[in-house]
């Protein structure tokens, strides 16, 4: 078996490398002078397991394509068997038509990794479970929830409650409470008087409480400030973020501190400073199981 790294991912390639204990491969990537990628693996691939670690974030397109590019020239130099594993998969948000002519992107990129050459496909915290279903090829969705879990529970927070965004996110919030045999919820929406409407934890307390806000993807942070300024509000000791897919610009990040949280706590599945927990142990442990 051998890893190679995508330029979107070079940390979590070598992370996976180690806990398989296998060699890893860093290609030749670059552009002409037109822009064009250019993409070459220097390596004997034939009749080997390729591992391709690339994730899809920001610039998405030229992630994609890269990614297409490196399971292109795998399955060309004899690879037996390649595994695309892409942490974090774009288009979750195109998966159906919402007006005539709408090009569906989840369902053209789902074909385009199989295309270009992927036997399977190995992502983490999947937003949307339907795309799943525009895979022909052997498809696996892991969790990194109880990673995210067990970090927490290091911090040693003082009567801690995880909090979920919204009803939908109830599972996710219950296995990160799970490491820590805490206390979870989640938010939901009340209508006070016909123009105001407030936002508190369904069923608990929060008052001198750690809170936890848990969710699967953080990008404009909007949801998470107006949160953070409820919670404080009804006198929460410290305020957490935790997600999985820190999609986040720094000036978005600054915004989420400043509202009041403590810090935020994110994987590498997106390489990003606040990615403080790796997904390469249930990457590297779903490969070794053979899924």
């Not at 996710?172 to 123009?195: G, I």
């Not at 806000?213 to 305020?239: F, M, Y």
């Not at 400043?258 to 927990?277: C, M, N, P, Y």
């Amino acid at each position: 078996m051998i890893i190679i790294a995508g330029s979107a991912s070079p940390k979590l390639a070598s992370r996976v490398a180690k806990q398989l204990k296998c060699p890893i491969l860093n290609p030749e990537i670059k552009r002409f002078p037109d822009g064009e990628l250019y993409v070459r693996l220097d390596a004997k691939l034939e009749g080997k397991h390729v591992v391709i670690v690339q994730s899809t974030h920001h610039p998405q397109n030229d992630n994609l394509i890269e990614l297409f590019l490196l399971l292109d020239a795998a399955k060309d130099l004899g690879a037996r068997h390649v595994t695309a594993t892409v942490p974090y998969l774009i288009s979750s948000r195109q998966d159906k038509l919402f007006k005539p002519g709408e090009s569906t992107g989840t369902h053209t990129i789902c074909k385009l990794i199989e295309h270009a050459g992927a036997d399977d496909f190995l992502t983490v915290d999947m937003q949307n479970d339907r795309v799943i279903q525009n895979f022909s090829i052997p498809t696996y969705n892991l969790t990194a929830t109880s990673l995210l879990g067990q970090y927490l529970d290091k911090l040693k927070l003082q009567d801690p409650v995880i909090l979920g965004i919204d009803q939908g996110s109830l599972e996710r919030v219950r296995r990160v409470a799970a490491e820590l045999n805490a206390n979870y919820d989640y938010l939901v929406k009340r209508k006070v008087t016909q123009k105001k409407i407030t936002t508190q934890p369904k069923h608990l307390e929060v008052a001198k409480r750690d809170v936890v806000l848990v969710d699967d993807i953080i990008s404009t942070g909007g949801n998470i400030i107006e949160a953070t300024r409820i919670l404080r509000r009804q006198r929460a000791r410290k305020i957490y973020v935790a997600c999985t897919h820190p999609a986040v610009t720094e000036d978005t990040l600054q915004k989420i501190l400043k509202a009041g949280v403590q810090s935020v706590i994110a994987t590498d599945t997106i390489e990003h400073r606040t990615s403080l927990v790796s997904v390469a142990p249930i990457i590297a442990g779903a490969i070794q199981q053979g899924f």
